[in-house]
């Protein structure tokens, strides 16, 4: 079995694949996004860095304590582990507003209608990020049903509450700034890959590593 320390030893030309992968998707949930919301989005260049799942919570928020949004699906298929979509609460609050296509302010907690577009919203943005993935190598990549939970993010990013390791398994995260182009509002995002210790292995082949 890879450790942490190992992955994270990935080559310049290893870690471009991989951001290449993640560029590719976050262009497929920008187009998403632009579908489901009727606004033309566009996309920053992605950043993707390599962590411990213990260590994430302070890379998505200064704060532990402050609450997110994260929107967790099963990957199955031929890979197997978590795909997890992180969002800050208010980020989260506009996302719905703009999936339901209301006004910017309209709503400001996460009710029962807000969770079902954070839902569908997970569902194809995750969908997207994957296909990159399953495109990239070859192979069939399948999300379950999205689970929605909103606390700190110490709370809801942890091994106990994910039901995931124990804290140190390797995570990738991907970083996603979408930028609304009619009046520049930018919405922050993070997509996060827990593969279990089988797959970890297959994507690092993939990648020339292991």
Do not use: W
């Amino acid at each position: 079995m890879l450790a942490t320390r190992d992955v994270r030893s990935l080559k310049p030309e290893q870690l471009d694949a991989l951001r290449e992968v993640a560029n590719i998707g976050a262009g497929h949930a920008a187009t998403a996004l632009s579908t489901m919301t009727g606004q033309a989005i566009m996309i920053n260049v992605p950043t993707i860095s390599i962590t411990r799942l213990d260590e994430v919570p302070g890379h998505v928020v200064d704060n532990p304590e402050d609450a997110v949004a994260v929107i967790l699906l099963q990957m199955l298929g031929d890979l197997t582990g978590r795909s997890i979509l992180v969002f800050p609460e208010h980020t989260a609050c506009r996302l719905s507003e703009l999936m339901l296509q209301r006004p910017r302010g309209s709503s400001p907690t996460i009710a029962l209608l807000e969770e079902s577009a954070l839902k569908e919203c997970g569902n194809i943005l995750s969908g997207a990020y994957l296909n990159a993935l399953a495109d990239f190598m070859h192979l069939m990549l399948l999300p379950s049903p999205p689970l929605l939970a909103v606390d700190m993010a110490s709370a809801v990013l942890s091994s106990a509450f994910l039901q995931f390791g124990d804290g140190h398994d390797v995570v990738f995260c991907v970083e996603s700034q979408f930028q609304m182009r009619d009046d520049g509002e930018a919405l922050r995002g993070y997509f996060l890959l827990l593969p279990d210790s089988a797959s970890l292995q297959r994507i690092l082949q993939a990648i020339n590593l292991a």
